[in-house]
């Protein structure tokens, strides 16, 4: 169900719309291998700095 004022997407879709630039910002990226990937590469086309980008990865425990 969408909500006026609330976005809906995949935060690498939708950051631009919030944040038009990242240049001279730390940015900080938590998540699963492939979310973190996206997000890296949206910030960077956003201006940040790789230098500036810290992440960590996590993943998911298969099923026993």
Known sequence: EKVEGIRHGRIPD?????????RDRRV????????????????????ADDRRIFTEGFYEQPDR
């Open 28 to 47: 900080f990226i938590a998540g699963v291998e492939g979310f973190v990937e996206a997000c890296r590469r949206a910030v960077q086309a956003l201006g």
């Open 14 to 22: 939708i950051l631009a719309d919030v944040v038009p630039s990242l």
